[in-house]
Each structure stands twice: as structure tokens, then as C-alpha cells.
């Protein structure tokens, strides 16, 4: 069965520090693939996307994913963090070819100090 | 194990009925749920926040007339797409914030509209 899963579940970084937060999934189809942020007390927004092409994306607020299909995996990562990024960051994975069900890892809670 | 469910995961319709798509809570009471839709090779889009013990608040372009809202209890809350359309066939999700605040949340496994 497909499945999405993100390692960390919490992470506390200091600012400056880099950041690189894992999610893969088990699925051997065709994927599209996306990262997601939720700030305290707001909705989800979207940080970034993968559908085709170049497997390296950025997104925004100088966020960057890199798609490995050989490892099933979609990492996010920002050089370098500031306290603004304190929120949950989720990893979600449509599976195509599935009715294109999507499926949200649960989540990683990342909080930078000051 | 699952802490949000949806039901029917799939279903399809014909032009013109209503579906009905519940969203639960298994451990834990909400007073709000979301609802979101994706379309095909497009992100998640927030149509509405379920309210329990008021109405639903929308977002904008979206026709509350047509997505009813209904936050029935404390761990229900339904969808209802009225007089279904092809271009309503969307792939619907919930989600329920985990604790207090909306901070982080529990997403349902989805449903699987198809309007033919």
C-alpha cells in the first residue's frame, strides 16, 4: 500500500542553521509530489511542487526540495533558517495512476530559536 | 492508527445528485475541521472551515450553496455537494486540528469524487 512518511517529527534549530527535513514514500508508479507549511494559526500554503523535469525544485521563502526516485525520497531543505520558519511542515504525495489519491506524512514540527 | 476518517473513500455519481462525504474525528473532539479539495496536478485548496455550533466560513470562490457544510458534532462533520457536476469530480480531503489551536492537524485519508 502507498504510504508517505516523514522521519523527524520534531526538529529545533537555531537561526542561521541549515535545515533539511526527510520524506519518502513507498510507491513504484508515477508520483507528483509536494511540500506544504502551516505557520501557527493559519492554513495550509503551499512551499513548493514536483509534477516533472528538473528533480531539484525551490519554492518559496528560499526553500528547496530534490526529488530521488531511486530512493523514493523528496527532502526539504533551507540553508540556512530563520525564526520566521518556526511552523509544521508537511510532505504530501499524489499517486498517480491511483486516482491520484493524495497522502500527507504527519508532519514535522520545526521551531527555530531566536 | 488512524485518528481522522472519511467515508466513502471512493465514490461515483451522476450528474445532477448530491453526495454526501463525512469527515471524523476518532480520538479526540474538534470544534473546527477543514475541508479541502485538489484538483489534478494542482495543490491543495482550502474551500471551507467546518464550525460546530455555527456556520461554516468559506473561502472565496467557493459556493456555499453548492458545498454544504455541516458540523453535525463534536467529531462529525459532513460535506455535501449538491447537484454534482462533472467539473465538481475532485479528490476531497479534511483535516483536524490537533489540539486547541489550529496549529497542526490531522489529515483524513480523502474521498475520491468522480460526477459523470
Known amino acids: 500500500a502507498q504510504s508517505v512518511s516523514q522521519h523527524n517529527h520534531h526538529v529545533i534549530l537555531s537561526e542561521a542553521a541549515s535545515l533539511e527535513l526527510g520524506c519518502n514514500y513507498s510507491y513504484g508508479g508515477t508520483v507528483n509530489l509536494f511540500w506544504y507549511v502551516q505557520y501557527p494559526g493559519q492554513h495550509l500554503q503551499l512551499l513548493l511542487k514536483?509534477?516533472?523535469?528538473?528533480?531539484l525544485v525551490k519554492g518559496i521563502k528560499g526553500f528547496e526540495a530534490e526529488f530521488i526516485k531511486s530512493k523514493f525520497s523528496f527532502n526539504l531543505r533551507k540553508p540556512s533558517v530563520q525564526w520566521s520558519d518556526t511552523a509544521e511542515y508537511f510532505c504530501a504525495v499524489a499517486f498517480m495512476n491511483r486516482d491520484d489519491k493524495i497522502i500527507f506524512g504527519k508532519g514535522t514540527r520545526l521551531h527555530i530559536l531566536p | 492508527g488512524a485518528v481522522v476518517s472519511q467515508h466513502p473513500s471512493r465514490v461515483i455519481c451522476k450528474s445532477g445528485t448530491s453526495v454526501k462525504i463525512e469527515c471524523r474525528s476518532l480520538d479526540f473532539q474538534a470544534t473546527t475541521m477543514f475541508w479541502y479539495r485538489q484538483f489534478p496536478k494542482q495543490s491543495l485548496m482550502l474551500m471551507a472551515t467546518?464550525?460546530?455550533?455555527?456556520?461554516?466560513?468559506?473561502e472565496q470562490g467557493v459556493e456555499k450553496d453548492k458545498f454544504l457544510i455541516n458540523h453535525a458534532s463534536l467529531t462529525l462533520s459532513t460535506l455535501t455537494v449538491t447537484s454534482a457536476h462533472p467539473e465538481d469530480s475532485s479528490f476531497y480531503i479534511c483535516?483536524?486540528?490537533?489540539?486547541?489551536?489550529?496549529?497542526?492537524?490531522?489529515f483524513g485519508p480523502g474521498t475520491r469524487l468522480t460526477v459523470l
Open positions: 514536483y509534477f516533472s523535469g528538473d528533480p
Open positions: 483535516s483536524v486540528p490537533r489540539g486547541l489551536s489550529t496549529d497542526t492537524q490531522y
Open positions: 467546518s464550525n460546530e455550533g455555527s456556520k461554516a466560513t468559506y
